[in-house]
């Protein structure tokens, strides 16, 4: 009983933070009754067969109450260690996985925990606190999901207490009124700019600070590149959260390169211990058996500032696992920042809108789009959700920010393309496929020539920067080739900027990456748009087709296709064309039609097939370097540790699986039992170009 009180106490707070207290407790009291079954103690205490405990409480809840209140409670508490299963339908048998399949289920006897606790009692008697959108399906599911974040994470907190002999853990860092002191000390070095661009910065800033007196909602924050959109957004974050008594802030990122420098910026500005940064390659050290707080901190979110990316953010929401559920609640009550908005996948950005509504709408959220290219989401929102910009003047702003100009080249084949950057001094040319990377390059090499591309390590691109970013300082010559990975968490600055034809968004982000700092006139600061010959155009997937066209109808209808009036225009258009591919596997249908199927979610099959990044990639050790040598021999030698693969990442490139077949089928790599491989044919590694795949296989649109 007590481990079940103290879950049921803990429950009950952390649902507490969106109204749902009642539904927190009832969970958290009803989640173990199956433990008080004859058949459970002897597996406890004599190490008898396993016993299904969990289908027990879930069947006590809904003998409770035969409504859509005991099949909330039900869901939660028969997934709390499997993950919360589909709802499945009235044919469903015993053996089945499915909720409806478990209540038919004969379970061992647990009366015992009737005579400590009434579930009639428990089960709460009113309807859900939250305002249901739509079809009340979504909204219904996304409740059970959230109450479901509650009582895993009040399950794994209490568990852990009593294993270790302590009180529960609590969170890390400091208030987030102590975070905004930090900040307005660190803001004060802005407060008089020197030139005309920090003084543009400085306004942005300022307008952001007192912007963040408003109301908790939905807010849009269009920023021109170049505008300081970081430290301004944290300030409006901090700042709102400290004004509207909200809990944490949270970044969700596209890319990892982005959150690396963004979370520096955070860590020099709040300092290291107030800011947790969750993604794939991030981990923190586990060696020890009391382990670091920020890697605890990292399964459930409980810090003042919390860096992660879109990946984990949304897949997150709609998973099914109690790992990945374990911190849903602590979003509850968070100002999260959207950066870069623009770069949510298409295929997944109806269910992606519908869950930040609810979190808007339901559980105490201020979201915020922000983007330098903001995209027209208004329309895909419910009508109960209106956006508010917190820029003021967005045409003005961005004609003050304008550094670069456009131009329209045409079709070019390589051979001209490689002439006309050749005769440039300092150029940056960026196409979509990594073999027109490699094949351009090939006609350029020479002194200050450079190749980036994701088939290059970490480590070794991050070095050639350095050396781009040297030469461009001297003012040496520098020419660079690249894959669209330069687009976006990069910071170059070139004179000339070479962009092939592609959706509107990413042309304006390559033009960021032009006159960044604004010392070049105007008329010498050029973008050239160019097609590429169709031997790389024909294996372009209509994804990366289909804004391109869009791009060039929108471009006949304005004067600059850089200004906020095409942005819209060409994010309208493409919403408006992609239509159903806004929601491409119906994540969105399945979901709503839960309410009006008795309450049938199908969350294990939606979690299955809710995945940003489709195809799973291999990652594939460099040992051309001291360090990932001897990385590779510790491997090898079987040694396994967080540190080590976060370590040996840094040194790895990542393939498609088709790929990395290839390679191992011509005996290019060893694979590991740990779910990475080691090159093993050096020579397939190249200085100036990464990693060579078979048959050149870079025909694919790849960063």
């Known amino acids: 009983m007590d481990h079940l009180a103290g879950t049921a106490a803990l429950a009950e707070k952390f649902a507490g933070a969106f109204g749902a207290g009642e539904f927190g407790r009832c969970c958290g009291m009803l989640h173990d009754a199956g433990k008080f079954s004859e058949a459970f103690q002897r597996r406890l205490l004599k190490d008898g067969p396993k016993v299904d405990h969990s289908t027990a409480g879930a069947q ?46 004969a379970v061992p006897d647990f009366s015992s925990f009737y005579r400590d606790v009434d579930p009639r009692v428990l ?42 002999n302590r009180p529960v853990r609590g969170g890390i860092g400091e208030s987030i009124p102590a975070l905004c002191a930090k900040l307005e000390r660190y803001v004060g070095r802005f407060r008089n700019p020197s030139g005309d661009l920090n003084r543009r910065r400085c306004e942005i800033l300022e307008t952001c600070l007192r912007k963040s007196a408003g109301p908790r909602g939905l807010y849009t924050l269009t920023v021109p590149t170049g505008g300081g959109k970081t430290v301004s957004s944290l300030a409006f974050a901090l700042r709102h959260a400290a004004e509207r ?18 979370a520096a910026v955070f860590r020099e500005i709040l300092g290291d211990k107030n800011v947790l940064e969750h993604y794939s390659s991030y981990e923190y050290d586990d060696r020890d058996e009391e382990m670091d707080p920020k890697r605890l901190a990292t399964e459930n979110w409980d810090a003042p500032v919390v860096v992660t990316t879109n990946v984990q953010f949304f897949e997150s929401l709609f998973a099914n696992r109690t790992s990945r559920c374990r911190k849903l609640h602590n979003i509850a ?21 519908r869950a930040i509504a609810e979190l808007v709408l339901n559980y105490g959220c201020t979201a915020v789009l922000c983007s330098a290219t903001q995209p027209a989401l208004q329309g895909l929102f ?51 496929t990594r073999r027109h990377a490699q094949d351009l390059y090939s006609r350029l090499k020479g002194e200050g020539t450079f190749h980036l591309s994701t088939l290059m390590t970490p480590v070794h691109r991050s070095r050639v920067l350095d050396g781009i970013r040297e030469r461009l300082k001297k003012g040496e010559a520098c020419r660079v080739v690249s894959t669209s990975l330069v687009e976006a968490g990069v910071d170059v600055d070139f004179p000339t900027v070479y962009r092939e034809e592609t959706g509107l968004d990413s042309e304006i982000q390559a033009a960021g990456r032009c006159n960044r700092e604004g010392r070049r006139p105007l008329v010498d600061s050029r973008v050239v748009i160019f097609r590429a010959e169709e031997k790389y155009r024909r294996h372009l997937p209509a994804a990366v087709r289909l804004p391109a066209d869009i791009t060039a109808a929108v471009e006949s209808k304005f004067d600059d296709i850089a200004s906020p009036e095409a942005i819209r225009c060409y994010f309208e258009t493409l919403y408006r064309v992609s239509d159903e591919q806004l929601d491409r596997k119906n994540i969105v249908g399945r979901l709503e039609r839960g309410a009006a199927d008795n309450f049938s979610f199908p969350f294990a099959s939606v979690a299955e097939d809710f995945h940003f990044i489709e195809n799973e990639t291999m990652p594939i050790l460099i040992p051309k370097e001291p360090e990932a040598a001897e990385y590779a021999r510790r491997l090898r030698a079987g040694e396994r540790s967080r540190e080590l693969f976060r370590a040996a990442g840094l040194y790895c490139v990542n393939v498609y699986s088709p790929h990395f077949q290839a390679l191992y089928d011509a005996g290019k790599v060893e694979l590991l039992d740990s779910g990475i491989a080691v090159l093993t044919d050096l020579k397939a590694y190249s200085e100036e170009t990464g990693l060579s795949l078979p048959g050149n296989g870079g025909n694919a649109v790849f960063a």
């Open 382 to 432: 419910p009508p109960e959700v209106k956006s508010v910009e917190i820029c003021e003047n967005v045409s003005e702003l961005y004609g003050l920010f304008r550094r670069t100009r456009f131009v329209r080249a045409g079709e070019m084949d390589d051979e001209t393309l490689a002439r006309k950057l050749g005769a440039q001094r300092q150029v940056l040319c960026i196409v979509n």
């Open 333 to 353: 009550k968070s100002v999260i920042i959207f950066d870069e908005a623009q770069m949510i996948p298409r295929e997944y950005l109806l269910p992606c809108v």
């Open 123 to 164: 089960v709460p008697k009113s309807r859900p606190p939250i305002r249901m959108t739509g079809k009340l399906g979504f909204s219904a599911s996304f409740f059970i999901r959230m109450l479901f974040s509650c009582l895993v994470d009040a399950d794994f907190l209490d568990t852990e207490a009593f294993e270790h």
């Open 60 to 105: 006590a809840a809904l003998k409770a109450s035969r409504t859509g209140i005991g099949l909330i409670a039900a869901y939660c508490v028969a997934g709390h260690h499997a993950g919360l299963p589909d709802g499945g339908g009235s044919a469903d048998t015993p053996a089945e996985a499915t909720l409806f399949a478990r209540m038919r289920r």
């Open 245 to 262: 008594g909200m809990e944490r802030v949270i970044y969700a990122i596209p890319y990892t390169s982005i959150i690396e420098q963004n």
